[in-house]
């Protein structure tokens, strides 16, 4: 058990018969009443994100979670290949369980993959991940890096706003918790 005082963000919880990891917490000390915790959960299983507000002082119980370093194989049809880096064990994952994560996986590429008892719950990516720009705008002399944006289709699929100096086939930095550009790749 956990008290809800000792929350810190990526903890992982079971509440209401779900698993779910703590994204967001705020201690709130009302100047009238009891204090309590405002929070932002991601179910594991699901993916959804809902906010929860707990009494100070509450016990939840904490989930444990064993994270095992995986690498990313291939895609066959809507099940994805990941083969354990110790043990060359596979497991295969049904793409609902990953959509989110499909933007950022390229062949070969290491993640993190979190089991709860034994089950399967998803894929964590690292925080930034290298794309291939792939479709864009072509850049036009004279843009500056402060001076705007535009869409940009990266090899994964995955589009995002960019500066106006990116090119096609420039190598970008992409953040994977808000799918944001970061900078070029050197």
């Known amino acids: 058990m ?18 779910w990891r703590v994204m967001e917490f705020q201690h709130v000390k009302p100047g009238k009443g009891a204090a309590f915790v405002r929070s932002k959960l ?5 993916g959804s994100v809902t906010e929860k507000t707990f009494r100070a002082g509450e016990k939840v119980a904490k989930a444990q979670i064993d994270n095992s370093k995986m690498q990313y194989l291939y895609a066959n049809g809507d099940m994805h290949a990941f083969m354990d880096m ?12 990953i959509e989110y994560e499909l933007k950022f996986l390229q062949e070969n590429m290491e993640v993190q993959v979190i089991q709860f008892q034994g ?3 998803g894929v964590e990516l690292p925080n930034t991940v290298v794309l291939e720009v792939v479709e864009t705008d072509p850049g036009i002399k004279g843009d500056t890096a402060s001076g705007g944006s535009k869409p940009a289709k990266l090899s994964t699929g995955l589009s995002v706003q960019v500066p106006f100096f990116i090119n096609e086939g420039d190598k970008l930095i992409i953040n994977t918790t808000d799918s944001s550009y970061v900078s070029r790749a050197q």
């Not at 956990?2 to 698993?19: A, L, P």
């Not at 991601?42 to 699901?46: A, E, K, Q, S, V």
């Open 86 to 97: 110790e043990t060359y064990d596979q497991i295969e994952l049904p793409e609902k369980n």
């Open 42 to 46: 991601r179910n594991l299983r699901t």
């Open 2 to 19: 956990i008290s809800v005082n000792d929350f810190k963000t990526g903890v992982t919880i079971e509440v209401d018969g779900g698993i």
């Open 119 to 121: 089950e399967v719950l």
